[in-house]
Structures are given as structure tokens and as C-alpha cells.
């Protein structure tokens, strides 16, 4: 059961981790175009020449 | 993915011209184009080295708009800061933001290109399609560019972009959205987690767990607890605050003592080693609460967007004619600076920019926006248009008559604002009620304490924290402005505006509905009701010779008799027209004297009318036909019964309404009105003194009294009732003193009203007996020890989330009174 003393400490970081996980998604507005990414992955502009 | 076929325009793909002469360099390679406009975007675009965005396409380019040239003109007016004060965000001297709405917009390529091609230009700081709302935000230094240039710049790839006005509204609702979303996961988050470290203490038998894993587990707990009573449950705990400052006791001071007590308390013993802990029940309850809030900031938000759209009905700019009708050359100007008398020209799918009145034209307005009503309404030469309504067919000429605040939309703006700034009544007797409630639960809390401490003092500080929670008079606070609110976004969608706060609770109690003016139940105008042929003419035949004889009148007999005459039926030409005023129009028609008019008039000229001729059956205008030595017909004319009239009297009675007619119309008028509708009990020819002591006749016989009128006379009238309804027509509404204004003129709309207060009234009845009820029950088994704090949570939480899941049921629920049934009701109404 010492693994206990481990695990409960551990659980507690990890809930934080995830929801400042969350908390960061959030605000970056990722969850604000949920279509968007998935195209733009498709696009390259490596190849784009300024002017 | 290829899209380039040789036959078609490489950039839009339609067919090439037989001439071929347009190409464009992309990619080395000359590729053909049908049309100039297409030449100039690819040429735009491959100049921007931004051909590929013709490799990654999957759908084809968008066309150069027809009037890109005369667009270039209008967009300088979004530089004129008049009109930017609308949308752009000034973030600091050299860094304005504004949302643009994107048109053309129809894969993903198209997304990359504009903000490449944006990105691009000198004074551009940032960026960013959304490609869900199509919607682009822009950030630009207005010393180095202008949003004009950036809109052209759109342009010329063959975008359309304008900017999203007003946007800082829908930015804070979203904002705050967020936040309560953020609110309810932590809550609900830490919820999920500290359970699972509460459930072992409660399931370990005696014995089996030690101290020191008890301890870690309640530590773990406390961490996990204090975001969600320091974030989560802050707004509970700001909120009794100014409660407190304020000296008044509102629902947030037992939430916030219940909570802030039991998290001291547990706190205390996690570190004394004391008996027990209620970490569990704290993060239950505050979650539990905050859905129910979350579950209601959005029927709110729900509720005002329904009504905010109206404030940017009217567009930004507009094309004013300044030398009409020499000249059909518009100028763009500032919809802001119309001004009375201007003419102005709507083109079809514009909005007219102010209220006025076709001058030139005929077209259909879509008045959905404003009135509810999804039929297009047809409007002639002359006809007045609202401004906000969408001209739907050709192009017209519009003098402007009222702008800016006098418009119809601000009118229904402001009645808007006025209920919004009200408090129901019932809202603010609940308000006061849960006062008191909230004194005597912090009262019977702290006095169950005292006695628990002899008792058994161990239990006493967590039955004082179970009295507090279980009874928090949450649900009693939220049962009735949640439902209100709900009711009030769904009456709007329906163009009916409760315009003061009671409203939606008088109706409900409407046991009379008295109709003021006869015009409230008619159309207000003439029309034929019967033709009774007298010598064996037919009636097409007689009332060409009518029509005939009244062609050049304008009284509203000849236009009622001329829009039924076809112009089929033999209009034989009248010669020696003589109108004789007050009596009819005399003439020779084929040959012989004709007389049209009141039958003193026309018996002159045919001789001793028959008797036939001389009964009065019915309350009708009447107007004979007659030539030399005989009678030919008789026409009855009567304000013709709106459409809907039967069948809403009939909803009415129904409902176990009483309706009646108190006008102060000719008595003939009203009975023919009263008797075709079925109304029994009405009164002609009074004076509003009159129809203000009837009222009080029945308001003392325990009637809830409707008044249905025009809303802008008889105030001493409207003003007795419980209830004013204005039938929202034109001009007059900026000055209807109404509780409730019928945006659509429409009767169907009092019926819908009458329907949805009164499935409010059910809801929050039902609202209320519940919160009532369950905290009699809840109350004694609190103070008797039986329930613990994390069966107070649970309890107050989800009697909350209840009620308000309850009012939501409004929505978009059918009220009972409306049934399909009801269109085949009203035909044969006419």
C-alpha cells in the first residue's frame, strides 16, 4: 500500500496538468474553429515568394 | 485534384468565348480565361506569387463581381469614422481591429490565399480566417493603410468582404460564455476527483485504512477543493458580498456561508484530525449550482440575441439620388447622414436604409426581421416601406421620411430596451420572499447549532451547514426569471414585444379581451359585399356600368367598386359625367341617363323605388344604380372582417375568454361588425370617459381586462385595463404606450401570446410549488440531523438544475392554443 503515498500526490499533479492543458486550449482559441486546421494542414506556403 | 480542363476558364470554369483572347501567366504556363475579370484576380494573384493556390483548390475561383469598378467607389465610405465607429476597435494608436465577413469563401485554398495575400500588404499586422464563421479578423496600422484598401485588395482576387458591425457585443456574450464554461469544468473536474479519494473513506471498514493514507487522501481533497471554491465559486461569493453591502439578503449569502463554513471547517479538520470532512459535498454543490446558472446565462443570451439582430437591421450605407429624376446617378453615402426628404435607390436583396415611401418602382418587402411575418409584403407606388426590410424583387426609388430615431426599428429598439430595464413585479415579490426565506434559514441554522451543541456538539457546525444548504432559496430565485426570460425570447420571435415587465404575467390572466376600435377587427377600408340585380341585368353587367359611371371619382365607393369591376365586363364609355357631391355621379351611357349614389338621389331619376328596394337588412353602406324609369342594383359595401378575425374571436372564446367591442364608431358599424363576428356584447358611440367606466364595471366584477387597440388614443382606457395590446402600425408605434405591441398587425399574434403566458404561468407555478415544497420537506429533516451536508448538496443542487431545465421546456414547446388546425379555420373567415 506504500505505493499510495506515490500515487495520491501524483493524481493530484496530473488533474492540474490536464486542466491547465485544457485551460490553454481553451483560450488559444483552438476550440474556436474546429474545421479550419484539418484543410489547412493540406496547404504548403514553403513555396509562397514574397514580394 | 486537377481543375484544369483545356475547354474552360482556368480560374472559374466556365466555358471559354469563341474568340479565346484572354490568357494569364500562372506558373509559366499561359492559361486561358473567359473573361477580363478573371484575367485581372489570376493575374492579381499569380503577381502575389500565390499560384499555388491553384494546385491545392478543389473547387473553382470566384468571379470578378460585375460592379467591382463602382464597389471601389462605396468602400471609401468605411474609412469615414462616422461610419468605422460601428466595428473597428481602436487597440492602440497605430493598431486598429475589426471582424470582416467573408463572401466567396468555398474550400480551404481560398482561406490560405486571402490571408496570404493580406498578410502581404504594407501596414497589415495580423491575419485570421476563421473558415467555420467565414469571418476574418483583421489588425492594421490606419498610418500606413486604410480598411477601404484592405476591403479593395479582397476585391481583387475576387473575394467580397464588409465588415461585421457591432461585433463587441456578441464578443462579450462569448467571452463571458467562456468563463462560465471554464467555471462549470473545474467544478465539475475537481468534483469527479475529489470523489474518488472520499469514496474509500466512506467504504473502508473500521480499521482498515491508517491515518496517514487518511490524511493524504483529505490533503489531496483540500488541493483539489480550493480552485473550486476560490474560482469556481467566486461569482457566489462576490455576489453575497455586494448583497451584504448592500444591506439586503439575497439567495448568494447562504450558497456562499454554507460553502465558505464547510470549507473552513473541513479544512480545520484535515488538519486537526477531526472526525469528518465534506470536500465531496462542497465541489458537488458549487458544480450542481453552476450548471443550473450556466444552463440559464445561455436561455439569457439566447432571449437578447433573438431581439439583437433588429439593432443592425439597417444598413450602413446607401445610394442617394441627388439629381432624380433627371438622373439615375447614385452617390454612396453614410446611411447616418439621409435626412428627411432624400430620395434614395434600393436595389433588390438591399435593405432600405430608412423608413419612407416608394416613389418610383414596385417591389416585394421582406419584412421578417421586424415583424415575425415570413410572407413578402407587395408594395406599389406610393406604398410606405420600413426601414431594416430586405427589398426582395426590382429596384425602386425611396423618398426618405423618418431616420435615425424616429425609424420603426428604434422605436421597437426602445420599447425593447424599456421592458429589459423592468423587473416583473413577480420577479421582485419572489426577490423580497427569498429575502426573508434567506433571514430565517440563517436564522434556523444558527439556532439548530445552539441546540445540536447540547445535543451532541460534534454534529452541531454540520447541521448548521446542512440547514443552510438544503434550504437555499435557489430554486425559488431562479423558478420565475428563467422562465420569463425564455417566454419573452420566444413572444419576440414571433413579432409580439412585451414591452413593459408585467407583461407576460397579466396576459395570462386575461379573462376579458376588449377590442377598442372596430379597425382592430377590420381592414379599415370599403369593400363590395353584395350586388342585388334589380331588372334582370347580371351583376358583371351592372357593375360595369358602375364602374363605368364611378371611373373617374375618388371616393373610396368608386375604388371599392372598381378593384371588383373586370375589365372584361362591358365598360361602355360615359359621356356627360356630372358628379353631384354628397348624392352620386350622373351620365349618359349608350345612349340613356344613368345615376349612381344614395337612393333619394338615384329615385329621382327611376321613379318610386319597389319594396324590395326600401327594406334594410343589413348595417351597410349602400349605393344604388338606376336609370330612366327603373331601378337596376343595388351594392352594399362594408369594412370588410380581417381575415383572421372568426377564427381569433373563436380562439378566444375558447381560451374561456370573454371578448367584446367597445368602440366609439357609428352603432351601425359596430353591430354589422359584432354581429358577423359573433361578438354579443359590445357598445357603439362612446366616448373614452364612457369606455373607461365600462372597464371599471368589469375590472370591479373580478375581470382581468385586455384592451386591444390602435395604442395611441384613448390613454385614460389603456391605462384602467390590466392589459394594453397596440396593434403595431407604422408611425404610430413610436408613441404606442402598450404593455404588449403586435409587430405584425396581426391578430394571430395576441392569440400566440395569450398561449405562451400562459404555459409560463404553468411553469412557474409548477416552478414554485416545487421549490416550496421541497424545502417544507427538507427543512425538518435538516434540523433533526438526518441529512448530512453532501445530501444538502446534492438536494439544493439538483433542485436548482430542475427548475431551470424546467422553464427551458418553454423554448420550444407548442403552446396549446396553436394547432395546424388553424389555417383551414380562417379561409372562409374572409
Given amino acids: 500500500m506504500d505505493i499510495l503515498y506515490l500515487l495520491i500526490p501524483l493524481s493530484v499533479v496530473l488533474v492540474f496538468l490536464i486542466g491547465a492543458l485544457f485551460w490553454w486550449s481553451l483560450r488559444s482559441g483552438q476550440f474556436d474553429d474546429l474545421e479550419g486546421p484539418a484543410h489547412r494542414i493540406l496547404q504548403d506556403d514553403d513555396d509562397a515568394k514574397g514580394d | 485534384m486537377s481543375l484544369s480542363p483545356t475547354q474552360s476558364c482556368y480560374h472559374c470554369g466556365l466555358p471559354l468565348p469563341e474568340s479565346g483572347r484572354y490568357f494569364a501567366l500562372i506558373e509559366g504556363k499561359r492559361q486561358a480565361m473567359c473573361c477580363p475579370g478573371c484575367q485581372a484576380v489570376a493575374e492579381a494573384i499569380a503577381g502575389g506569387g500565390l499560384a499555388s493556390y491553384y494546385r491545392t483548390r478543389t473547387t473553382y475561383g470566384p468571379r470578378l463581381a460585375a460592379d467591382a469598378q463602382r464597389e471601389r467607389a462605396d468602400l471609401a465610405l468605411y474609412d469615414r469614422p462616422e461610419v468605422q465607429a460601428g466595428f473597428v476597435r481602436r487597440i492602440a494608436q497605430h493598431e486598429h481591429e475589426a471582424t470582416l465577413i467573408l463572401e466567396g469563401i468555398t474550400c480551404a485554398a481560398c482561406i490560405w490565399l486571402n490571408e496570404q495575400h493580406l498578410s502581404r500588404l504594407r501596414g497589415m499586422l495580423s491575419v485570421q480566417i476563421n473558415y467555420a464563421t467565414r469571418r476574418a479578423r483583421v489588425r492594421w496600422d490606419p498610418q500606413s493603410i486604410q480598411l477601404s484598401e484592405i476591403l479593395a485588395r479582397i476585391a481583387a482576387i475576387g473575394y467580397r468582404a464588409w465588415p461585421a458591425s457591432r461585433a463587441g457585443a456578441e464578443e462579450s456574450a462569448k467571452r463571458e460564455a467562456r468563463a462560465a464554461l471554464w467555471r462549470v469544468f473545474v467544478a465539475g ?181 421586424l415583424t415575425g411575418e415570413s410572407h413578402p409584403v407587395h408594395k406599389r407606388t406610393g406604398a410606405e416601406v420600413t426601414g431594416g426590410a430586405v427589398n426582395r424583387v426590382s429596384p425602386v426609388v425611396v423618398r426618405v421620411e423618418r431616420v435615425g430615431e424616429d425609424t420603426r426599428v428604434s422605436a421597437i429598439c426602445r420599447l425593447v430596451e424599456r421592458a429589459s430595464g423592468q423587473r416583473p413585479r413577480i420577479t421582485e415579490l419572489t426577490d423580497r420572499v427569498a429575502a426573508w426565506f434567506v433571514a430565517a434559514v440563517i436564522l434556523i441554522a444558527g439556532a439548530s447549532a445552539l441546540v445540536w451543541l447540547r445535543v451532541d456538539a460534534t454534529r452541531a457546525l454540520w447541521v448548521a451547514v446542512a440547514v443552510l444548504v438544503v434550504t437555499c432559496p435557489c430554486a425559488l430565485s431562479l423558478a420565475t426569471p428563467t422562465a420569463l426570460t425564455v417566454a419573452l425570447g420566444r413572444l419576440a420571435r414571433r413579432g409580439v414585444v412585451a414591452a413593459r415587465g408585467h407583461a407576460i404575467q397579466a396576459l395570462a390572466q386575461v379573462t376579458h379581451v376588449v377590442f377598442d376600435k372596430t379597425g382592430t377587427l377590420t381592414e379599415g377600408r370599403l369593400a363590395l359585399t353584395a350586388v342585388h340585380a334589380l331588372a334582370g341585368m347580371t351583376s358583371e353587367r351592372c357593375l360595369g356600368l358602375a364602374a363605368a359611371l364611378e371611373a373617374g371619382s375618388e ?38 341617363r344613368h345615376r349612381i349614389g344614395t337612393r333619394t338621389f338615384v329615385s329621382a331619376l327611376a321613379g318610386v323605388p319597389t319594396g324590395e328596394q326600401t327594406t334594410e337588412t343589413c348595417n351597410a353602406t349602400r349605393v344604388w344604380l338606376g336609370r330612366e324609369g327603373e331601378w337596376l342594383a343595388c351594392f352594399e359595401f362594408a369594412d370588410r372582417i380581417r381575415p383572421q378575425a372568426h377564427a381569433i374571436v373563436q380562439r378566444l372564446r375558447d381560451g374561456g375568454r370573454q371578448v367584446l367591442i367597445l368602440s366609439g364608431d357609428a352603432p351601425p358599424a359596430v353591430e354589422a361588425v359584432a354581429r358577423r363576428l359573433g361578438v354579443e356584447s359590445f357598445e357603439a358611440g362612446l366616448s373614452p370617459e364612457d369606455k373607461q367606466a365600462r372597464v371599471q364595471a368589469l375590472q370591479r366584477a373580478g375581470a382581468c381586462v385586455a384592451m386591444v387597440g390602435d395604442g395611441v388614443n384613448d390613454a385614460p382606457v389603456l391605462a384602467q385595463a390590466q392589459l394594453s395590446v397596440a396593434m403595431g402600425g407604422g408611425a404610430l408605434l413610436s408613441q404606442a404606450n402598450a404593455d404588449v405591441v403586435l409587430l405584425s398587425g396581426r391578430l394571430q399574434g395576441l392569440v400566440d401570446a395569450l398561449g405562451i403566458a400562459e404555459q409560463t404561468r404553468r ?63 380562417t379561409q372562409p373567415g374572409g
Fill in chain 2, 763 to 825: 411553469i412557474v407555478q409548477q416552478n414554485l410549488v416545487w421549490a416550496l415544497g421541497y424545502n417544507i420537506v427538507a427543512l425538518p429533516l435538516a434540523v433533526t440531523g438526518l441529512v448530512t451536508p453532501w445530501m444538502a448538496g446534492i438536494g439544493m443542487g439538483a433542485s436548482s438544475l430542475l427548475v431551470v431545465l424546467n422553464s427551458l421546456r418553454l423554448v420550444d414547446a407548442k403552446p396549446a392554443q396553436e394547432q395546424g388546425s388553424f389555417e383551414q379555420a
Fill in chain 2, 189 to 369: 473536474f475537481g468534483m469527479m476527483q475529489v470523489m474518488m479519494y472520499a469514496v474509500p473513506a466512506y467504504l473502508a471498514a473500521e480499521g482498515t485504512m491508517s491515518d496517514d493514507i487518511r490524511l493524504l487522501m483529505r490533503l489531496a481533497s483540500l488541493v483539489l477543493t480550493v480552485p473550486v471554491v476560490f474560482y469556481s465559486a467566486a461569482p457566489f461569493f462576490r455576489g453575497a458580498w455586494r448583497d451584504l453591502r448592500l444591506r439586503r439578503l439575497g439567495m448568494d449569502v447562504p450558497v456562499a456561508l454554507g460553502v465558505g463554513v464547510a470549507f473552513a471547517a473541513s479544512v480545520a479538520a484535515t488538519f486537526t484530525g477531526g472526525a469528518e470532512v465534506y470536500f465531496d459535498s462542497i465541489t458537488m454543490f458549487v458544480f450542481l449550482l453552476l450548471c443550473a446558472r450556466y444552463l440559464e446565462m445561455r436561455a439569457r443570451q439566447k432571449a437578447a440575441a433573438s431581439l439583437e439582430y433588429l439593432d443592425k437591421a439597417l444598413p450602413l450605407a446607401a445610394h442617394r439620388l441627388s439629381a432624380y429624376p433627371t438622373s439615375m446617378d447614385s452617390e454612396e453615402v453614410p446611411a447616418v447622414t439621409l435626412q428627411r426628404g432624400d430620395l434614395v435607390l434600393v436595389r433588390p436583396g438591399e435593405s432600405f436604409p430608412a423608413d419612407g415611401s416608394i416613389v418610383q418602382g414596385e417591389t416585394e418587402s421582406d419584412e421578417s426581421l
Fill in chain 2, 555 to 592: 371616393h373610396p365607393i368608386a375604388a371599392a367598386l372598381l378593384t371588383v369591376a373586370s375589365p372584361q365586363a362591358s365598360r361602355d364609355p360615359a359621356a356627360e359625367l356630372r358628379n353631384v357631391p354628397g348624392a352620386g355621379v350622373e351620365a349618359l351611357i349608350a345612349g340613356a
